[in-house]
């Protein structure tokens, strides 16, 4: 989330209360010039955008909000209720929970508590990550879950299974915003006792392509489908070309290993995280060493439990 005011010392206050706040998922940046704000806009993407209410008068920051969700601080208190809008000068604490309404209520958009997003994704090497996606679908007793591989070096685990379509062809559905794509994700699930499983690409090269927008414009036409309510990506990490895609998630998973070259790999992984402006998934991340087991063995069920339970 971005906050745009003209006081400076007003915008990283703001922004320092809202960062220091552990328990929400909003990160905020603070801008104070105009030009720096559409610098950084031109390279990268805000879920939200607080701008000063005289900052709107400017023409070029008033177009923001044809794509992004924009909230106007005001300068005189609200007279009644607007989603669009707040009383610059309420307390940061107030701000803040009127922020996490609307931040919710986009994120949330069309989706029913009935159904969770999980990524897992690790950089350590053979640390049980396919198998805990796995075990995660196999758990939701509702409709099933979804498991969708992006992994650089998954597709052969489904090729005799003759798939028609693979996250290769989904994902060209997806950079275009296809209509058709449900029927296609149709045809290309795998059914394993009561989960889905949907290959990974022929060539990681398919997928990198797909950003955090793609990701979560694919997520939103799987819960309007409602075939399944627990929905899980086995994502390889060198596939991701955007890592922001990890804060399109309900939930994500990193098997770890007790090793001192995977525990720096994961050191690394989360400074990575951190460079690239995504604190907040940093400090959410859920660890877990992955029991040597079977996907579906009584061991790796109770490992999966506890990451789920809410």
């Known amino acids: ?40 806009l031109k390279e990268n993407r805000l879920d939200m955008l607080v701008v000063v209410e005289s900052g709107m008068q400017d023409t070029e920051i008033a177009e923001l909000k044809n794509h992004i ?11 009644t209720e607007d989603y669009h809008s707040i009383y610059k000068y309420s307390s940061a604490e107030v701000i803040l929970k009127k922020l996490m309404q609307v931040y919710r209520t986009e994120d949330t958009e069309g989706k029913s508590s009935l159904f969770e997003t999980y990524a897992v994704i690790s950089p350590v090497g053979r640390s049980g990550k396919t198998r805990l996606a796995e075990c995660i679908c196999l758990l939701d007793e509702v409709r099933g879950g979804l498991y969708i591989g992006l992994e650089a070096f998954g597709y052969e685990a489904l090729k005799e299974e003759n798939r028609t379509y693979t996250m290769s ?3 060209y559905l997806i950079k275009t915003r296809s209509e058709q794509i449900l029927e296609f994700v149709e045809q290309s ?18 997928i990198r392509e797909l950003d955090a927008v793609d990701v979560k414009w694919f997520i939103g036409k799987l819960v ?10 086995d994502i390889g990490e060198s596939v991701l070309g955007d890592i922001a895609i990890l804060g399109e998630f309900d939930t994500v998973i990193v098997p770890v290993l007790e090793d ?38 009584a061991e790796m069920i109770r490992c999966a439990g506890r990451l789920v339970e809410h």
Do not use: H
């Open 1 to 40: 989330m971005g906050i745009f005011d003209y006081e400076q010392e007003y915008a990283i206050q703001l922004m320092n209360y809202i960062n220091a706040d552990a328990k929400n998922p909003i990160f905020a940046m603070a801008f104070s010039v105009k030009e720096r704000l559409l610098k950084y």
């Open 189 to 206: 699930i795998y059914t394993k006792e009561n989960m889905g499983l949907i290959a990974s690409p022929e060539s990681y090269l398919d």
């Open 260 to 297: 001192a070259a995977s525990k720096k790999k994961i050191k690394a992984f989360q400074d990575f995280l951190k460079m690239k402006e995504l604190v907040k998934v940093a400090g959410r991340l859920k660890m877990v060493c992955v029991p040597d087991a079977a996907y579906d063995s």
């Open 224 to 233: 309007q489908w409602g075939r399944y309510t627990t929905i899980v990506f």
């Open 169 to 171: 062809n989904l994902a």
């Open 69 to 79: 969700c924009v909230i106007t601080l005001v300068e005189q208190a609200l007279q």
